[in-house]
């Protein structure tokens, strides 16, 4: 007959929860590589621990310590080697998320916040040339979608008007002249009728 203290000496290995780290780590792509991919790379961390029913690890500090472990060295596997270096004396996964998010996460979203701040604001210069005021904005935008903000092309239509003094006509024919513009031809025309009828 068991005792009634069994359960106190029942080893940690008994009571791990079994998991298969290299279908874990399959699931968790691309590797981490900075703060530019980090908010990307933990969804599919966080998808990936669901699936297992191991979200709790993500947070959790009642949780078991084996386990905890096994999944710090999933996590560490799925960054790149100059990234890994960084928190490879992490041995625990609860803890290593803390550590990520602390250096990539606070930081990510205040640089977010700038950059929104810097792309709704910007106005174009009383003596800029129309191209270069769209390529300060495109750039803007593409640093936003690295951070994942996304806009619309009617956003970035939008903002360009908010911005362009006036100067709508000469808008309109250096976004048509450029090739890689995200912006469709037929987007633009239409935005621009709206825009000229309410501004009669």
Known sequence: VMGPDTAETTPASETAIKIDPSKLNSLIQPLLIGESNYHDWFKTVKLAFKTYRLSKFLNSKTVDQETDEQL???????????IRSQFDDTESCTLLIQRLETKYGKSSRIK??????????????AQQGVLEYIREKQSLRDQLRLHDRNLTDEDMIDILMVGCRGRFPAVIEALHEQENIYLSV????RKGIDYLIRKR
């Open 72 to 82: 710090a060295g999933v996590l560490l596997l799925a960054m790149v080697p100059q």
């Open 112 to 125: 977010v916040a700038t950059l929104k701040a810097m792309f709704w604001s910007l106005r174009m210069g």
């Open 186 to 189: 037929t987007l633009i025309t």
